[in-house]
C-alpha cells in the first residue's frame, strides 16, 4: 500500500510517499528555516504563507521521485493536530482537495504519533517491539507515552511548561547562537566543558517534566558569569560572552538536558518494566549527544534525517492506523486542532 503523506504542522513543508508503513520512497522537505533564522522563531502567518508557496510544488516532487503518478496512490495522509492553526489549515486543505479530487481516501494523523512511527522507517532494522515507552522530545512536546501496541498511546509523562527543543532553543538565544537553537547548542557542544557550570535538575518527582526553570538557571548563571544584574537586558548578555563561555555553557546545558530525560526514562522503566523496547522521537533525538548517552539502553532513533518533520513519518503512522482498524475522515468536514493531546486524536 503506497500513502502519501503531508506535513506542514509547524515550519516544514514535507510531503513522501511510503510503501507498507516502512519503505520510503520519496521524501521531500522543505524548510523554513532560513526565513526564521533572522527572527530567532517561528511566525506562525509567514509559516503559514510559505506553505501556501511551496505546498503544490512539494506534493509533486514527492510522486516525481517516487515514480509515481496518482493512479499508484493507495491513501492520503495529513497533519491535522496538534501545531500551528495557519500551517495545519494548508495542509488539510491541500489534502481534502487532492483526495476530493483524485477520489483518495484521506486519512488524518496527530503529529506526534508521526514522530513515533519514524522509528518504523527503516526496512532493514528489526522493527520495535511493544509493550514499548517512546520519548517524543520536539520543540512543542516532552511526553513519555506507553504504547501496548500499534496505535495505542497513554501519556505517562508530560512537562508543566517548556517542551525540551523550546528550551534549546531559548538557550541558544540567550547565548546568541543561531535559529534553531538544537543544533546550533550541541555544535557549540563539541568544544566546551559539560562540567564548567552546575546547573540545577527540576524538583519534579514523578514522571512529568519541566524545563522552564532550566533555561533561568542558565540566563542566571550567564549573568552571574559576566557580572551584571538580574535586571540585564537577555539579549545583550551574548555581546559579554567569550566563545569558550559560549561553548561551556552550550555543553552544560545539553548535559543537564539529557540527563533530565534519561532519568525520567529510568523512572519509567521501572513503573513499567514489562517493556520491551525503548523509542526516541522528535526533533531533539537528532541530538548525537543523547544517542551516545542513551546506547547503553539499546533504545531506538529514527535516522537522524527523520528525526524533525516530515511527510515520510506521516505516511507511516497512517499505514497502521490503517492496519489498525482506523477509517478515512469525509474530506469535507476534515477539522484542524491545534491543542489536542494524542489520547483523544
Ligand atoms: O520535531 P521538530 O522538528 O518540530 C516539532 O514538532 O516541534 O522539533 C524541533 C525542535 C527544535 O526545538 C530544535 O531546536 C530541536 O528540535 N532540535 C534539536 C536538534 N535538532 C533539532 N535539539 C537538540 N539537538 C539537536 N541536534
Ligand atoms: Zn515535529
Given at each position: 500500500?503506497?500513502?502519501?503523506?503531508?506535513?506542514?504542522?509547524?515550519?516544514?513543508?514535507?510531503a513522501?510517499?511510503?510503501?507498507d508503513?516502512?519503505?520510503?520512497?520519496?521524501n521531500?522537505?522543505?524548510?523554513?528555516?532560513?526565513?526564521?533564522a533572522?527572527?530567532g522563531?517561528?511566525?506562525?502567518?509567514?509559516?503559514?504563507?510559505?506553505h501556501?508557496e511551496?505546498?503544490?510544488?512539494?506534493?509533486?516532487?514527492?510522486?516525481s521521485?517516487?515514480n509515481?503518478?496518482?493512479?499508484?496512490?493507495?491513501?492520503?495522509?495529513?497533519?491535522?493536530?496538534?501545531?500551528?492553526?495557519?500551517?495545519?489549515?494548508?495542509?488539510?486543505?491541500?489534502?481534502?482537495?487532492?483526495?476530493i479530487?483524485?477520489?483518495?481516501?484521506?486519512?488524518?494523523?496527530?503529529?506526534?504519533?508521526?514522530?513515533?512511527?519514524?522509528?518504523?522507517?527503516n526496512p532493514?532494522?528489526?522493527?520495535?517491539?511493544?509493550?514499548?515507552?517512546?520519548?517524543?522530545i520536539?520543540?512543542?512536546?516532552?511526553?513519555?507515552?506507553?504504547?501496548?501496541?500499534?496505535?495505542?498511546f497513554?501519556?505517562?509523562?508530560?512537562?508543566?511548561?517548556?517542551?525540551?527543543?523550546?528550551?534549546?532553543?531559548?538557550?541558544?538565544k540567550?547565548?546568541?547562537?543561531?535559529?534553531?537553537g538544537?543544533?546550533?547548542?550541541?555544535?557549540?557542544?563539541?568544544?566546551g566543558d559539560?562540567?564548567k557550570?552546575?546547573?540545577?535538575?527540576?524538583?519534579?518527582t514523578?514522571?512529568?517534566?519541566?524545563?522552564?526553570?532550566?533555561?533561568t538557571?542558565?540566563?542566571?548563571?550567564?549573568?552571574?558569569?559576566?557580572?551584571?544584574?538580574?535586571?540585564?537586558?537577555?539579549?545583550q548578555?551574548?555581546?559579554?560572552?567569550?566563545?569558550?563561555?559560549?561553548?561551556?555553557?552550550?555543553?552544560?546545558?545539553?548535559?543537564?538536558?539529557?540527563?533530565?530525560?534519561?532519568?525520567?526514562l529510568?523512572?519509567?522503566?521501572?513503573?513499567?518494566p514489562?517493556?520491551?523496547?525503548?523509542?526516541?522521537?522528535?526533533?531533539?533525538?537528532?541530538?548525537?549527544?543523547?544517542?551516545?548517552?542513551?546506547?547503553?539502553?539499546?533504545?531506538?532513533?529514527?535516522?537522524?534525517?527523520?528525526?524533525g518533520?516530515?511527510?515520510?513519518?506521516?505516511?507511516?503512522?497512517?499505514?497502521?492506523?490503517?492496519?489498525?482498524?482506523?477509517?478515512?475522515?469525509?474530506p469535507?468536514?476534515?477539522?484542524?486542532?491545534?491543542?489536542?493531546?494524542?489520547?483523544?486524536?
Amino acid at each position: 500500500m503506497k500513502i502519501l503523506g503531508i506535513e506542514t504542522s509547524c515550519d516544514e513543508t514535507a510531503a513522501a510517499v511510503v510503501e507498507d508503513g516502512t519503505k520510503i520512497l520519496s521524501n521531500v522537505v522543505v524548510s523554513q528555516i532560513d526565513i526564521f533564522a533572522e527572527y530567532g522563531g517561528v511566525i506562525p502567518e509567514v509559516a503559514a504563507r510559505s506553505h501556501l508557496e511551496v505546498i503544490l510544488p512539494v506534493i509533486d516532487k514527492a510522486l516525481s521521485d517516487a515514480n509515481c503518478n496518482w493512479g499508484d496512490i493507495d491513501a492520503i495522509a495529513v497533519t491535522h493536530a496538534p501545531g500551528l492553526l495557519g500551517s495545519l489549515l494548508i495542509g488539510t486543505l491541500t489534502a481534502r482537495t487532492l483526495a476530493i479530487l483524485h477520489d483518495k481516501p484521506l486519512y488524518t494523523v496527530h503529529h506526534l504519533k508521526s514522530h513515533v512511527y519514524a522509528n518504523w522507517l527503516n526496512p532493514k532494522m528489526n522493527p520495535p517491539e511493544f509493550p514499548l515507552l517512546a520519548l517524543v522530545i520536539s520543540g512543542g512536546h516532552t511526553q513519555v507515552l506507553y504504547m501496548p501496541g500499534h496505535n495505542q498511546f497513554e501519556i505517562i509523562g508530560t512537562t508543566r511548561d517548556d517542551a525540551v527543543g523550546e528550551c534549546f532553543d531559548k538557550v541558544a538565544k540567550i547565548l546568541g547562537l543561531p535559529y534553531p537553537g538544537g543544533p546550533s547548542i550541541s555544535k557549540a557542544a563539541l568544544s566546551g566543558d559539560a562540567t564548567k557550570y552546575r546547573l540545577p535538575h527540576p524538583k519534579v518527582t514523578d514522571l512529568d517534566f519541566s524545563f522552564s526553570g532550566l533555561k533561568t538557571a542558565v540566563l542566571r548563571a550567564v549573568q552571574k558569569e559576566v557580572d551584571v544584574p538580574i535586571s540585564y537586558p537577555s539579549h545583550q548578555l551574548k555581546e559579554l560572552l567569550s566563545e569558550q563561555q559560549i561553548n561551556d555553557f552550550a555543553a552544560s546545558f545539553q548535559k543537564t538536558a539529557v540527563d533530565i530525560l534519561l532519568e525520567k526514562l529510568q523512572i519509567a522503566l521501572a513503573e513499567r518494566p514489562e517493556t520491551r523496547s525503548i523509542v526516541f522521537a522528535g526533533g531533539v533525538s537528532a541530538n548525537q549527544f543523547l544517542r551516545r548517552r542513551a546506547s547503553s539502553l539499546s533504545a531506538v532513533f529514527p535516522e537522524p534525517t527523520l528525526s524533525g518533520d516530515n511527510g515520510a513519518m506521516v505516511a507511516g503512522a497512517c499505514f497502521y492506523e490503517i492496519e489498525s482498524g482506523v477509517q478515512p475522515v469525509d474530506p469535507y468536514s476534515v477539522n484542524i486542532y491545534p491543542r489536542t493531546s494524542i489520547e483523544t486524536a
